[in-house]
């Protein structure tokens, strides 16, 4: 049982690690001249393209050899 807890712990961690540097924040954050709506589209882009890299962390993280 620990196992499958500590998989999940990682494979959590690991998803947010991957969003969070996929973020360009500083850049939108610090520009005045991004709008609200930008921002939320930038986000939106971003979270869509990560969803294939996570993905592909949780299966190497469960089957290993997949990646050899």
């Known amino acids: 049982m620990k ?9 959590i961690l690991l998803g947010g690690l991957w969003i969070i540097v996929t973020l360009p924040l500083p850049w939108l954050v610090n520009n005045p ?3 609200e709506t930008q921002f939320n589209t930038i986000l ?6 990560s969803i294939p890299f996570i993905v592909l ?3 190497w ?8």
């Open 57 to 59: 962390g949780v299966a």
């Open 44 to 49: 939106a882009i971003v979270g869509v393209m």
């Open 61 to 68: 993280t469960l089957k290993p050899e997949l990646a050899t």
């Open 33 to 35: 001249l991004v709008s």
């Open 3 to 11: 196992d499958k807890k500590a998989k999940a712990k990682l494979i």
